[in-house]
């Protein structure tokens, strides 16, 4: 099999990830809406989007700052949103953390929800890929490039049309964070954070600036680094020794060995 080339990784990056740009692609467009509706100029909306490259975040900044919130409450918002950026990275840093600088602050830019799951993914399936870097890259320029286009056209639609955030695009963005998140939830620290962060929103919801979404995220991280330690742990532990220093072995073998020792004795006679 012939090694993959930087454009062939680059472009199957892209690829893989088509699936998500479609359901991110609403999800900018009401962005862009959003911000049309808030006191912030259109060029801001774009300039966010530009810099800061975190739709979740995006949205709750926009909304924040429509309501007149302070800036301190503003950044320490978006700031816990987006740590769940830092068990992305944590993930991905085996695979990555070889290149250089320049690479890696790119690829840290570049790193969302749906381009960790479609990278994640290939490095699972391929954990020696000397190329994967690209595959990264096409995946987050893929993702990037989607959420410009997508925020402009909200930008200028959103003035045009008012209520178009109310169509129920949004429901796209739903379904393509139910498809990243169930398959991990195989995984028993996902799962655990996924559970606890869920009963958590639902739980405090009705907390004002949306404190409810930074106490849903903090516990769900927690719990899941909690769970991921714990599962660590336990493999890193030797197995206890028998008290003459051999290993102890499983009770119901020696029983089985027995059994086969009696019988093959019996057999003899």
């Known amino acids: 099999m012939p090694a993959p080339t930087r454009a062939a990784s680059f472009?199957?990056?892209?690829r893989d990830t088509l699936p998500m740009i479609v359901g991110a692609a609403p999800f900018g467009?009401?962005?862009?809406a959003l911000v049309a509706t808030t006191p912030l100029a259109m060029w801001h909306g774009q300039l966010?989007?530009?810099?800061?490259f975190a739709g979740s975040s995006q949205f709750i900044a926009?909304?924040?700052f429509a309501t007149g919130v302070g800036y301190l409450v503003l950044w320490a918002t978006t700031l816990i949103v987006n740590l769940r950026h830092m068990l992305y990275a944590a993930n991905l840093l085996p695979h990555v953390g070889h290149l250089n600088l320049r690479w890696r602050v790119l690829l840290g830019f570049l790193l969302t929800d749906e381009t960790f799951a479609?990278?994640?993914s290939h490095f699972h399936r391929h954990p020696d890929d000397p190329m994967g870097h690209w595959y990264f890259l096409g995946s987050g320029l893929s993702m990037y490039m989607n959420w410009q286009v997508w925020t402009l056209a909200g930008l200028l639609f959103g003035a045009a049309f008012p209520r178009l955030q109310?169509?129920?695009?949004?429901?796209?963005?739903v379904a393509t964070f139910i498809a990243i998140i169930v398959p991990q939830m195989a995984r028993a620290p996902w799962a655990i954070a996924t559970v606890v962060a869920g009963a958590a929103s639902y739980l405090?919801?009705?907390?004002p600036y949306k404190l409810g979404l930074l106490v849903a995220v903090a516990l769900g991280i927690a719990a899941g680094m909690l769970a991921l330690h714990a599962k660590r742990r336990d493999g890193a532990r030797p197995s206890r020794p028998a008290r003459d220093g051999s290993v102890a072995t499983n009770r119901s073998d020696k029983r089985t060995g027995a059994r086969s020792?009696?019988?093959s004795a019996g057999g003899a006679q």
């Open 29 to 32: 467009l009401i962005f862009g």
């Open 48 to 52: 966010m989007s530009l810099t800061v």
């Open 11 to 14: 472009a199957a990056g892209a």
């Open 166 to 173: 109310t169509l129920g695009l949004d429901f796209a963005m």
């Open 261 to 263: 020792q009696d019988t």
């Open 204 to 207: 405090c919801h009705d907390l």
């Open 62 to 64: 926009a909304g924040l």
């Open 118 to 120: 479609v990278t994640s």
